[in-house]
T-cell receptor, first 115, second 112 residues
Framework: EPEVTQTPSHQVTQMGQEVILRCVPI?????FYWYRQILGQKVEFLVS????????KSEIFDDQFSVERPDGSNFTLKIRSTKLEDSAMYFC?????????????FGPGTRLLVL | SQQGEEDPQALSIQEGENATMNCSYK?????LQWYRQNSGRGLVHLIL?????REKHSGRLRVTLDTSKKSSSLLITASRAADTASYFC????????????FGAGTRLAVHP
């Protein structure tokens, strides 16, 4: 069964460093998302992406964040200058179409620790 | 706020018993999805129910949706130790470009 994959599974970085989290969505999906989950808290929406542009972003997704689909398969989240509070599990998700009721399939997540 | 609430926050039962988790929301939705998360792991999609549906089944799972009360429930019948996990409802609100808003989750512990 097709699945969303994410790399790396764990990343440790120093505050102020840039990190790139990578995702390979399900191959025939058109809509892509990033979410994050701070330890012990809710899963929070960051950004949705369709047709090579951002569809919607949350207040969390400020100027230090960016997303890109550099080729036909990868979908990346870049955090330009990491802060301690960026430590979280980051989930990528994809879905087939946005209109009315489509399941979002999540990857296994990347656990980011900022020191 | 579009946030949803889940209850109970934690549920502890014995194997073979049924587990019921509830979820409520504040504004109209396109659909509601339930996910499972084993400790520190990814989110596994369980079931999606659309706003015009009232009940759906998948194996030992039964989901109901009451749009008049803006609430949903997830029932796991004949629970197993392997069902131990956190369960989240997630809302797709109308006009939200399909972003999902997650509830706080219910931590289910099933004891052998």
């Amino acid at each position: 069964e097709p699945e969303v994959t994410q790399t790396p599974s764990h990343q440790v970085t120093q505050m102020g460093q840039e990190v790139i989290l990578r995702c390979v969505p399900i191959s025939n999906h058109l809509y892509f998302y990033w979410y994050r989950q701070i330890l012990g808290q809710k899963v929070e929406f960051l950004v949705s992406f369709y047709n090579n542009e951002i569809s919607e972003k949350s207040e969390i997704f400020d100027d230090q964040f960016s997303v890109e689909r550099p080729d036909g398969s990868n979908f990346t989240l870049k955090i330009r200058s990491t802060k301690l509070e960026d430590s979280a599990m980051y989930f990528c998700a994809s879905s087939g179409r946005a209109a009315q009721a489509e399941t979002q399939y999540f990857g296994p997540g990347t656990r980011l620790l900022v020191l | 706020s579009q946030q949803g609430e889940e209850d109970p926050q934690a549920l502890s039962i014995q194997e073979g018993e049924n587990a019921t988790m509830n979820c409520s929301y504040k504004t109209s939705i396109n659909n509601l999805q339930w996910y499972r998360q084993n400790s520190g792991r990814g989110l596994v999609h369980l079931i999606l129910i659309r706003s015009n549906e009232r009940e759906k089944h998948s194996g030992r799972l039964r989901v109901t949706l009451d749009t008049s009360k803006k609430s949903s429930s997830l029932l796991i019948t004949a629970s197993r130790a392997a069902d131990t996990a956190s369960y989240f409802c997630a809302f797709d609100f109308s006009g939200g470009y399909n972003k999902l808003i997650f509830g706080a989750g219910t931590r289910l512990a099933v004891h052998p």
